[in-house]
């Protein structure tokens, strides 16, 4: 078993213990340090495995899947104020699921390659965190409007309109870094096959995430039922972008 | 007029989705061999097989960029920086329209030692195109200790002078045209021989050796022996070995391989407005969101 997985095992322990620890306890302090200590863990992992494939741990399926988890956790654990308190467990849950996955993954699909030199290019280093900045966010408000569906008549309305807020400016940021992750990977096509847009069904996906999300910013009268909603289409049609395309469509990105 | 305008833009919007959902799971089903009939009525109706470039989809296009000019100009769309978004937006689906249809893409392909006319390739042929380009080396740069390849490049000489370095990531600039390195082949040589007489041969290949004609057709994977037609007369050759043909003793040796270099030509007018476009969109949805958080 390699280093890597070992940490990465280690990390997915630190995890599951601050979960048991947050519902446990009455103070999420000792939580918190365990799930910090799992986000070292977790880090050294990425860092071993970037050293082994000489590349930042965005260049493929596994890699990413890897990554997400953690990115998820540093908005859990840096931005913890911004995350209402009833859903800071659904983080910490997020994060083992997540690397749980990536551990489910065929042995070949975890070995660590070098880049071709197709993805041997700065564009990588800011196409791909942009999206990832991105999916986090939206991420974190299907979260929240999942739970907003669940408890929206149990609420009070000025708890309600806070936990609005709060999805309000995750899908902002979300809908924002998308667009960044959208032009930049325009801009990397453009420089390395001489064409920024190619309808390639990596790229129509992209797009059709971020038309999705544009109905948000243009609901007639809208509710958090109908936000709610567009909310968990976008983050669908994220998943399929994500997995579906590159299983199921043949175009650029299949090697993501 | 700002619900009906948002109505309106909704439903469009929705439709263009929508059919681009499922235009990605059609890749040109009715240009497939053997596919020209057969394709579903609705497929073909709805253009979803070719739907990129179908009026429809250029239609939707255009109805929501003339949508995001008219809320700017009908009052729907309120704050500056929004109104700002909507034009940018709006200037970006046309300048896509005018780069898409005006500049041109074309594909040089080279075998080393090769050297062609770039204006022989271009659309006008212009003389003020005029270059000669040759590719002196392929090479293929692979990461160590692995066979993964970590750079194609070519190395071009220039009108017979300059020498430069064409790769992946690192395109060259020519006037208005851009050149990319997009992939490569393998061209393999032979040696040909017919009696004293000596020639370097690709597939396919003819000769003319005193008043008879000899094409090298192909090689037969298998059988593993090249196809030779001499004087209108199919023959199977083993490679090294001789053989008698009417009289001529004939033997083909393999003699190495030669890259191709595969390389992608883009005419690029327009193409810098729409990244300040771009740009400019990215900063005002910034300052539109951070006023909204304000608010």
């Known amino acids: ?256 | 007029m700002k619900n009906t305008l948002s109505k309106l833009f909704l439903i469009v919007l929705t439709v263009l989705t929508i059919l681009l959902i499922l235009s990605t799971f059609f890749p040109g089903a009715a240009t497939m061999p053997g596919r020209t009939e057969g394709v579903n009525p609705l497929v073909k109706f709805l253009h979803l097989d070719n739907f990129y470039n179908s009026f429809i989809n250029i239609g939707l296009w255009g109805i929501i960029t003339v949508l995001l000019i008219v809320s700017v100009f009908t009052g729907a769309v309120k704050t500056t920086s929004q109104k700002i978004i909507h034009i940018v937006l709006a200037l970006i689906f046309i300048v896509i329209v005018y780069e898409k249809t005006v500049n041109n893409r074309f594909y040089l392909k080279l075998a080393e030692g090769e050297t062609i006319q770039f204006a022989d390739y271009t659309p006008g042929k212009s003389h003020q195109d005029s270059l000669t380009i040759n590719l002196k080396k392929f090479e293929i740069n692979r990461h160590p200790g692995s066979r993964m390849p970590r750079a194609f490049i070519s190395h071009l000489v220039m009108n017979e002078s300059d020498t430069v370095h064409l790769a992946v990531n690192d395109p060259l600039s020519f006037r208005h045209y851009r050149f990319y390195q997009n992939a490569y082949d393998r061209k393999f040589t032979f040696n040909v021989r017919v009696d004293q007489q000596e020639f370097s041969a690709s597939l396919p290949d003819t000769f003319n050796i005193n008043s008879s004609s000899l094409i090298l057709k192909n090689f037969d994977h298998q059988t593993r022996k090249f196809v030779l037609i001499f004087n209108n007369t199919k023959h199977r050759i083993t490679p090294g070995k001789t053989v008698d043909i009417e009289g001529h003793q004939i033997t083909i040796n393999p003699k190495g391989a030669k890259f191709i270099s595969i390389i992608e030509v883009a005419e690029v007018k327009g193409v810098g407005i729409l990244l300040i476009l771009s740009l400019v969109y990215l900063l005002f949805l910034y300052i539109a969101f951070r006023k909204g958080d304000r608010k």
């Open chain 1, 1 to 256: 078993m390699s280093a890597e997985s070992i940490l990465l095992i280690l990390a997915s322990i630190a995890y599951v213990i601050s979960l048991f620890l947050f519902f446990k306890e009455d103070t999420e302090k000792n939580s918190r340090m365990v799930f910090i200590l799992g986000l070292i863990i977790h880090f050294a992992a990425l860092v071993v495995r970037s050293v082994i494939a000489k590349h930042p741990p965005f260049s493929n399926l596994y890699e990413t899947m890897i990554l997400f988890p953690f990115l998820v956790g540093s908005r859990y654990v840096f931005w913890k104020k911004q995350i209402p308190e009833d859903v800071r467990w659904l983080l910490i849950l997020l994060t083992i699921i997540l690397l749980g996955f990536a551990a489910l993954l065929p042995g070949d699909m975890k070995k660590a390659e070098p880049l071709m030199p197709a993805l041997n290019s700065i564009w990588m280093y800011i196409h791909v965190p942009a999206y990832f900045f991105g999916y986090v966010s939206i991420f974190i408000a299907v979260l929240y409007s999942i739970y907003l569906l669940l408890t929206r008549k149990k609420l009070l309305d000025s708890k309600k309109d806070h936990l609005v807020e709060k999805m309000d400016r995750e899908i902002k940021i979300g809908f924002f870094f998308l667009n960044v992750g959208l032009i930049t990977g325009a801009i990397w096509a453009y420089v390395s096959w001489g064409n920024y847009w190619s309808w390639d069904p990596k790229e129509t996906w992209a797009l059709i995430n971020i038309l999705i999300l544009t109905y948000y910013f243009h609901l007639s009268r809208p509710n958090v039922v109908k936000k709610a909603i567009v909310i968990i289409i976008t983050f669908i049609s994220i998943l399929f972008t994500y997995w579906g395309v590159s299983y199921l469509l043949i175009g650029m990105h299949s090697y993501t």
